[in-house]
């Protein structure tokens, strides 16, 4: 059974950097487009930052761009996302989430195996 966890959540000030961390077992990783989305309160949740199955493709969306850096390690199967320069519009919940799909893509939709989520909570 495949189970997706993230970690790494918390509390910050703006301005201040977190790194998400996210493991997926019971499947080949580098099988699976990798991405991190988040859903905050009243909000629809939405793509972050998504990585195609080698590393070689990203996506950020442009809220997080020069912001937050994904990576993976398919040997270990892990996958990070380091966010620096928080902002509190960045609080949310956060989703780590697997896609078996042939083309890569950071739309909810596409994406199979779901982590229960991290909290990420930005202080004014």
């Known amino acids: 059974q495949v189970q997706v966890v993230e970690s790494g959540g918390g509390l910050v000030e703006a301005g201040g950097s977190l790194r998400l961390s996210c493991t997926a077992s019971?499947?080949?990783?580098?099988?699976?487009?990798m991405g991190w989305f988040r859903q905050a309160p009243g909000k629809e949740r939405e793509g972050v930052s998504c990585i195609g199955r080698s590393g070689d493709v990203t996506y950020y969306t442009d809220f997080v761009k020069g912001r937050f850096t994904i990576s993976r390690d398919n040997a270990k199967n892990t996958m990070s996302l380091q966010l620096n320069n928080l902002k509190p519009d960045d609080t949310a919940m956060y989703y780590c989430?697997?896609?078996?799909?042939?083309?890569?893509?950071?739309?909810?939709?596409?994406?199979?195996?779901w982590g229960q989520g991290t909290q990420v909570t930005v202080s004014s």
């Open positions: 989430a697997a896609s078996k799909r042939g083309m890569f893509s950071c739309l909810s939709d596409v994406y199979d195996y």
């Open positions: 019971a499947l080949t990783h580098d099988h699976y487009h």
